[in-house]
């Protein structure tokens, strides 16, 4: 029968020591005479992020524009934002996810397959590259998943053209082994096999730890309610069952994510830590600080659009497209330096213009601002741009005001972060009857960000865990974690249909209505057509 590999015979490589230097390429027929074949077989594995678009735009597109609490205008997000993928410019292409994440898997699956045979490295150097393309394949097929369903399982570097979709059982049940494996091969942070970019053990854990929640939430929804701020109002629902999930048993998995919290939190500040407050975390002096556990590695090669074009406070007429919703931002208290810090409060009005606006219009909290004049944020009343992802200083951040400004820019990609353990833990303590110990790990985070305290105002858990729902949309804006967060819990239809439109800046007006199709992203026609026993599209798709 006809086998098929996704791997391309000359690989755009990184170099081996950093992710951050300067790739080369190099031939496939030639890795097994490379005296560093072995890390630049793994290194590919991660060039996928950037060589297939996916962390230049299309991963922020089609993750983290499609929820609540994003806000931009309809013609900015493109149907990628609205629900449906197939008109975005991306789908059925190689910066299609499913393609670039199918792309990561034959990566690993060949360094899985190949890299046990070096002998010119070290057991532990080649554990941890062993370990992460374990944690590299799992982590695409999390994805996969969670976007797309049942999906076809290859294992093996050389497999099957003609593959059926696994089921979503099997799918989380490779995960999870996947995940375990790497954690047991992988060395620790700070060990020399350990660099900045590269996959470590805590990543697994906590990695493993969301997988499991997902696992958890999913089986748990359509039979618990949650409580969601709905344009200012908080809204009971009565979540949908989620497809797929129904086999998963609800208290063993959060015993296992409370006891991978628990073995990462006694291991704070021998690696990874919580930084103090929310000024230390984001901003050019604190890149690749001990907060970030994972992230995807941009340089000068490498280099975000998306982060830069949209999220930078350029004027209108240059970029900042997107941001936060006005609802995600009310959110926050008074006191809340994430609310203070962690959005842009002036913007200029253009380029060439003298003048600010002010947002929101608190002249005794944010002053005047750099023109002098109390001017208000009049146009721009519905859309927030966060400095999570600037790069300047964000405690003081400086809109852009020339052309081009940040118009394409190198930057990290930050994707697991080390207070995931205190809100993952949060979240099982309240799920296994510990509501004391869920609101203990809530206020770690409130406290940081200077945001009242829960400790002892309820023990109800509908009630605890609205409260953890709410507060990871607080700390993890613009992070890849909303969408998937109201799709495990079964709330993604009901929330959006809720919100419905929301009004944009300059008086235009976006839609939040979904149909149901859109609980599933469209597969590229192309898999369907090339794979004869895929089947059909997911529903609603065909």
Known sequence: MKKIAYLLPAIFFLNSCDLTEVPYTAGTENLKDAPDGADQIVASIYNVFWSSYMMKKTYMEWIDM??????????VVSGAGQGNVTTHWGYNGNSDLFNAFYQIITRANFALENVPSYTEISEGELNQLL???????????????????????????LSEKDMGRSPVADVFQCIVNDLKEADRLMTAWGTPSARWGHANKTAAKLLLAKVYATMASGALAGSVEMEVDIKGTNTAFTTDAVAGYESFNPQECYTQVEELCNAVIAERGNAFDLRANFQSIWGSANARNNEFVWAIVGHSDFKTEHLSYYYAAIPFNGRAWAGISSGLYNLYEET???????????????????NYERFPNNTAKYGTGPDGKATTYSNYSSLIFPTKWYKGDVTNPSPVSVSPGYAYEAQDVIMIRYVDAYLLRAEARNELNKPAGALEDLDVVRVRAGASLKAGTTTDKMKIRSLVLRERGLEYAQEFNRKFDLLRWGLYLPVMNATGTVLEKYNRSISKVREPRSLLYAVPTTEIYTNRLFGPNNTGWQ
């Open 66 to 75: 499609d929820h609540d609490h994003a806000s931009a205008e309809a013609w």
């Open 131 to 157: 370990g992460e393309a374990y944690f590299l394949r799992a982590f695409a097929y999390f994805h996969l998943v969670r976007m797309y369903g049942p999906v076809p399982l290859r294992v093996q570097y």
């Open 336 to 354: 809340d330096t994430r609310g203070t810090y962690g959005v842009f409060h002036y913007m200029k009005r253009s380029f060439t213009s003298a």
